[in-house]
């Protein structure tokens, strides 16, 4: 007899396969273009790099930037998951419990992630362009923790401030990719986002001048 369980289980394995094969593809791609710039990758080469045929490559990305950004948006919506699964209570200020969520989810990256946001920097510094197709990517994965958000809070202030607990967490962790980009010594992105947290806490407290 077919359980439940046994019937879900292909279909799991079949998109836990797919996950990993974007991942390669888009990995390899991400390789390419911090080593050798947009321009010379072509996707012949990025197929070849992840072991699979130039055609798969198209079924799983329309273009080779699309590929580069992949796994930085991705992880995004990896965090969209941290800051508003099933387990996670909403808190009283939402601001701050996307903030400490945020920086705990940075702090606790994986290695692969980490090597990532490098292959990243390089590959923006070769290729400025690819800041367009990032933020392309990013505004439809924002499209969707707009959506999150509000299925998540009850009241137009609490989603208002989840908003803007998003958007800061979102614009700094960028400001530190581009400060980085700038030649700044690297530093782990979390401490990176948790500096920039501090600043701005800094003068919201220190209010306006005279």
Do not use: W
């Amino acid at each position: 007899m077919t359980t439940a369980g046994s019937s879900d289980a292909p279909a799991g394995l079949r998109e836990a396969k797919k996950a990993r094969t974007r991942a390669a593809i888009a990995r390899a791609a991400l390789h390419l273009v911090a080593e050798d710039g947009l321009q010379a990758t072509t996707v012949e080469a990025i197929a070849a790099r992840a072991d699979v045929s130039p055609r798969t490559f198209f079924n799983y990305f329309d273009s080779k930037d699309e590929a580069v950004v992949h796994l930085s948006t991705d992880r995004f919506r990896r965090l969209m998951g941290t800051l508003f699964g099933d387990g996670v209570e909403p808190a009283a200020n939402p601001v701050l419990q996307i903030r400490d969520l945020m920086l705990r989810f940075l702090e606790d990256t994986d290695p692969d992630s980490a090597t990532d946001d490098e292959l990243m920097r390089s590959a923006l510094e070769r290729d400025p362009t690819l800041f367009g197709a990032l933020n392309a990517s990013m505004t439809v994965v924002g499209a969707e923790f707009e959506a999150a958000i509000a299925s998540r809070y009850d009241t137009t202030r609490d989603r208002d401030l989840a908003k803007v607990g998003l958007s800061v967490a979102l614009g700094l962790v960028q400001t530190a990719m581009v400060e980085a980009c700038a030649g700044a010594p690297v530093t782990p992105l979390a401490e990176s986002v948790a500096h920039y947290f501090e600043l701005l806490e800094s003068a919201l407290q220190e209010g306006p001048t005279a």
